[in-house]
């Protein structure tokens, strides 16, 4: 591939150079973008193509709680089903990690022992971030001591919109060495950076700053992973990749509830990036509710009839 | 892994296809005097379809009375508002039964499905809705203050969009009060057909509207029949020149669509992305049989390196295959004739030393099919960017400067669209400013409303279709 002016970061960072970088990257167009991801929703995935899409999805699922009322029970629950996500039928294949707020993270890695699921933490003083660095540090270092191989950080929005990349840069940097061996993945809370040009620049400078993924949303922040915003991340991971030839993944999160929405991503995943990205290993998909309903199209694939609700567990 | 996505292909049985079509005239079906047929062929497998009636000059003869008659005694007397409760009345029928046109016209035409339903139909339907508002406020148009109909409309349509043009055509003439004879082209006469069931379903008055089939000298001897007050033509411009001499010196009115060479210019701030997609659809929708395709890609040197591999990219992930098939992105070529042109105008590009390029792409082996293709080196010289190509084919120039991108836009003989992509609001209107054309996309390309006029500059025609601009072709 030709030197793209995308791949050229520079080398001193300082603030000014970073900002020169992130604003020298070509626009977003808000109605293009839409228009192109409208149109990749209307692919018609079935039969075969679905059942394997299905199976992808659930491969790709970081199963995912996060609320203050968070009991190890509960969390025990989750791991549980993780591993093996419909007890009646033992093909289906197990998730891609199971997220938590980490002080869960000894709980889930216990209930995860022997099963090959790893476990992810929000570190980072998550969903806001507002935290002092040390903070946020410990916060990572205690999250991979307890066993977690996934650390999903937010970054620092406040910085980012007042335009000081510097700050943001570091921190990333400062967190991805506290991290170790686990990897890191950097939530760029999309919704709060509003325009796409924004989404882009972040996605740049998470990954120049070492992210393993980039990753939409908390969650806790409407809207999330849309389409448009899912497309443009892909696009920067994409031309990283052709810059350097180092890939990175994605991480698309909130607001993806139904087997339809997953493949529309997975979708904008092959056209977009490329089928190299559609593995576990460059693509997660975080989410709680969604993972029953994959159950339920992949059982009304090979059954032919819908099964009910209560035949899958709630948690 | 590789993600393959499984055949989709939309059912057939929504159509029920008669074995011969007789012609519409005065509101029922009648075989052709001459008792001649063509038949019309699936342009992606090149199996038969039907038989349809070729008319002769006693059968235009006979649709040109009974459009007259129509005229005098009913439509022309009727009320904007009642004209209008009609336009409605189809404008509805054509939405409930979209599924089974879409599914002919891609039958018929051989574009993707996805764009006969989710461009094609809905912009058909909107067309008689929007013209069917018109009909009862046309002194408030701003053409005079009792604007009167013109008499019996003569119309010509293309290949590319059949029911879309007859749409564009037949709404605002029926809205004004004008009768209609419409010839389809041979090669995709069906949706015209159903659509002249669709006037009997709408109880439209006998004579109103009146379809003739057939080829070149069908819509000769329309045209150049004496009892018609209105030609309107789409089509290629070397007929369109031969239809302005037959008309010259009579008092009929004449409004040309014809073709176009349309430039699309990416400055280098453009969001290059979105660029490159709208450079895909400026030239590989419809197949790029698409008078106002954005056929010459004008880039700027200093970003060419980097949009090529990605526009190169993008253009090999187009799927082209089964038209029926949901997923495809690009159809089949409606007629052998036309492929051979393409292929024709694209070896003399070869000949003339400019660098052709395909996606490794899988032609299926019944049907008529050509690869999406960039030329690359092109110069305004070579033939390849001055000649129309109506095919999935871009020449792509460079340019340095923008007095030096929009010279080259205008050095073509045609003026019917022109693309402009960059993120400054100002170099944007410097640009459009000065293109001579009739269309002009910013930041999109190919979007088409029925509020909007459409028309060309020099040999693209003259005339305007759509919006309020498009009702003046049809008063006096």
Redesign the interface.
Known sequence: MPVSHTATAPEATTNRALRAFLHGLPGVDEVGARARAQDLATRSIKTTAKAQAIDLAISMVDLTTLEGADTPGKVRALCAKAALPDPADRTVPRVGAVCVYPDMVATAVEALRGTGVGVASVATAFPAGRAPLEVKLADTRRAVADGAVEIDMVIDRGAFLSGDYLKVHDEIVAVREACGPAHLKVILETGELVTYDNVRRASHLAVRAGADFIKTSTGKVAPAATPPVVLVMLEAVRDHHAATGARVGVKPAGGIRTTKDAIRQLVLVNEIAGPAWLTPDLFRIGASSLLNDLLMQRTRLTTGTYPGPDYYTQD | ??????P?PESRSVVTLRETYDLFVDGGFAPAEGGEYLTTLNPADETKLAQVAVAGEADVDRAVTAARRAYDTVWSRMSGAERGKYLFRIARIIQERSRELAVLESMDNGKPI?ETR?VDLPLVAAHFFYYAGWADKLRHAGLGPDPRPLGVAAQVIPWNFPLLMLAWKVAPALATGNTVVLKPAETTPLTALVFAEICQEADLPPGVVNILTGAGPTGRALVEHPGTDKVAFTGSTEVGRSIARSVAGTDKRLTLELGGKGANIVYD??????AV??IVSGIFFNQGHVCCAGSRLLVQESIA??LL?RLKDRVA?LRLGDPLD??TDIGAINSAAQLERIRELTDSGAEEGVERWSPPCALPSTGYWFAPTLLTGVSQAHRVAREEIFGPVLSVLTFRTPEEAVAKANNTPYGLSAGVWT?KGSRMLWTAERLRAGVIWS??FNKFDPTSPFGGYKESGYGREGGRHGLEAYLG
């Open positions: 892994m590789i993600f393959e996505y499984a989709a996805k989710d701030d453009a969001a290059i992305d979105q997609e709208g390196g980097e591999p992930k949901k997923n993120e930041n999109t």
